[in-house]
Structure formats: structure tokens, C-alpha cells
């Protein structure tokens, strides 16, 4: 490219401050390193450390037409309730269902797993690690205490915690689209999910709860609304817990 002397000139100027201004400029890491703690409470916590807005966009790949199912009941306690193959430390650590069926826990744990793949648009730089490790040996205590094999009815909202991964909410008035929720109702049966906004009345009391999730209610994967009560399957609000999954790096 020729250009005249004075034009020349501005051209390597332009190209001297563009260089300077971009060699400048330090693009923030999203998440909190392992080498630091987590805040106690959701409003110290970053918002490049919030896993929500992937969490959302994996939720967003699944049809919600009936073709992924939910598990029969009688599978459950025998079925880690995954519609893929999943990995963990470069090693498959369970098969998806041939079916894409999947219960409540399985399909949140397979989100949550496979928002971490999307954090960045690079899977190796917020590798999913438990505890600061990749070890394959620790996905398999960790899924059950997501899943609540334990008989821990909060399961993934004290999973989390637990393992670096989350912050459990104080307040529900900070809640946001991509929290886990675990609830119960009055009939015993819990539910774990993922939130997406509080249903409200007429003067903003909160009387239910919207969420992502797979049940035989919704003929598996779908959006569905619960509402609070006290009796039969509505919710119990004092046994409703939620949790903010974070990105570790």
C-alpha cells in the first residue's frame, strides 16, 4: 500500500495508539480462583463469577416436546438420570440414558456440568473441578450428595457449598434465572430444579415458583409452575432452598 508522506505519517501514528491502547487492556478472568474462598453471602459474590447466564443457555438446548422423558419411577434409585454421556477429569463417569430420559437431579447435575463446558467458549479454562481437584474418584461422592443419597433433604444447596462450587442464599429477593432450587411438599415428594422467576399475585406476594426441570407431570423436560400450600402436593415455602453455582478457576 503506498501512501503520501503526511498520510503515512498518521497511519503509523493510529497503528502506534491502537498497539498501546490493546496492549493495555486486560481481559478479566470470569469466575474465583481455588486459591481463594467464596463469599458467605450472594450479594459479595462477583457477577463474572455467577454460572447463571450458561446454566441458562444449556437449559435453552433441550426440547421441551416430550422427546427427553422423565425416568419411570421404578428406574430412579438405580439410574443416575443423565440424557448424555457425562465427563469428569477427561473420564466418562456415566451413560447418558438411550431414551434422553432423566430425572429431577440427574438433569440439573448434567446442566450444571455442562455450563462449566460453555464458560468462556473454552471447556479447559473453568474445568469443572470438586473440592480444587479433577479427579474422576470424587464425582461419584459428590453426585450423591447433589442427589441426596444420603437422606439430606437440601442436597445440591448444601452439595455446593460444600464442595467450592456455590453460595446458598440468605434472601430470596436475589434470586435470579439459572439458581438451583431444591423444594418439598406436603406430600413428602421433593423436587430439584432449576429457577427461572417467582409467580406473584396481584400484589406481588409470592405465591409459587417457575422453573426448568423434568417430571412425569410435564411428560419430562419443560418449563412448570408450582405453587405454595399447605396440604397435598403444593409446596411447603419452609422447605424451599436455593443456591448460586459459581465458576472455579
Known amino acids: 500500500m503506498k501512501t503520501s508522506g503526511k498520510a503515512g505519517a498518521a497511519v503509523l501514528v493510529l497503528i502506534a495508539l491502537a498497539g498501546g491502547i490493546l496492549g493495555g487492556i486486560h481481559f478479566s478472568k470470569p469466575g474465583i480462583p481455588w486459591s481463594e474462598q467464596l463469599p458467605l453471602e450472594i450479594k459479595n459474590l462477583p457477577g463474572s463469577a455467577k454460572l447463571n447466564r450458561y ?37 466418562l463417569v456415566a451413560k447418558g440414558n438411550e431414551d434422553k430420559s432423566s430425572h429431577c437431579s440427574g438433569l440439573v447435575l448434567e446442566v450444571f456440568i455442562k455450563a462449566y463446558e460453555r464458560v468462556n467458549g473454552f471447556p479447559a479454562y473453568a474445568k469443572l473441578k470438586i473440592d480444587g ?35 446458598e442464599f440468605k434472601s430470596f429477593d436475589e434470586a435470579e434465572p439459572g439458581d438451583f432450587v431444591q423444594f418439598w411438599r406436603h406430600n413428602q415428594t421433593g423436587h430439584c430444579a432449576i429457577f427461572q422467576q417467582w409467580l406473584t399475585n396481584d400484589k406481588q406476594e409470592r405465591i409459587g415458583i417457575q422453573c426448568f426441570q423434568t417430571s412425569r407431570h410435564t411428560n419430562g423436560i419443560a418449563i412448570r409452575n408450582e405453587f405454595f400450600g399447605s396440604a397435598g402436593d403444593m409446596v411447603d415455602a419452609g422447605q424451599l432452598y436455593l443456591v448460586r453455582p459459581v465458576i472455579r478457576r
Open 55 to 91: 446454566i441458562q443457555e444449556v437449559a435453552r438446548t433441550y426440547p421441551l416436546d416430550g422427546s427427553y422423558p422423565a425416568l419411570e419411577a421404578a428406574k430412579i434409585a438405580k439410574n443416575m438420570g443423565f440424557t448424555q454421556d457425562i465427563y469428569f477429569g477427561d473420564k
Open 133 to 167: 481437584s479433577d479427579d474422576p474418584k470424587n464425582f461419584e461422592e459428590f453426585r450423591k450428595e447433589f442427589y441426596g443419597a444420603n437422606g439430606n433433604k437440601r442436597t445440591v444447596v448444601d452439595a455446593l457449598p460444600k464442595h467450592g462450587l456455590g453460595v
